[in-house]
């Protein structure tokens, strides 16, 4: 799996923020380029807002990272994903979330290759704080070396 994470997360879909806003707001936000691309309708985003309400901040996999999806296929044109970094804490029901990774996939198992590239990532200190403190330039840099 060579650049793969590099072909999905461009220079459009890694977006820097600094501005207050709620947790609505940043799922919009960093799906918009998919949804610009085609690649998810606005089923998709309604539906991983209703995860949320329905079932609590459990996408929220460790501090200040949300990894926000909904069901396979539903509302997913194409296997993608994108990415918002905030530099002011969101509230996500009661957990603090300053980065919104947004996984869209046709099938329960197409991304999950991307899921393991993401979660090694992330894992790496160096690299989470990178992420964390939003610096663009950086952040598609490891996104191409990995």
Known sequence: MDNKLYEIFNEKNVIIENKDMTWQEAVKIASEPLLKEGKITDVYVENM???????????VLT????????????GVNEVSMSLLVNNKNIDLEGKPVRIFMVLASVDKSSHLEYLQKISEILLD??????????????????????
Do not use: C, R, S, W
């Open 63 to 74: 501090d200040y990272f949300a990894l926000m999806h909904a069901k396979a296929g539903e």
């Open 49 to 59: 807002m209703k995860n949320v309400e329905v079932n609590g901040p459990y996408m």
């Open 125 to 146: 200190e160096d690299n989470f704080n990178t992420i964390l403190h939003g610096e663009k330039e950086k952040i598609l840099q490891i996104l191409k070396n990995n």
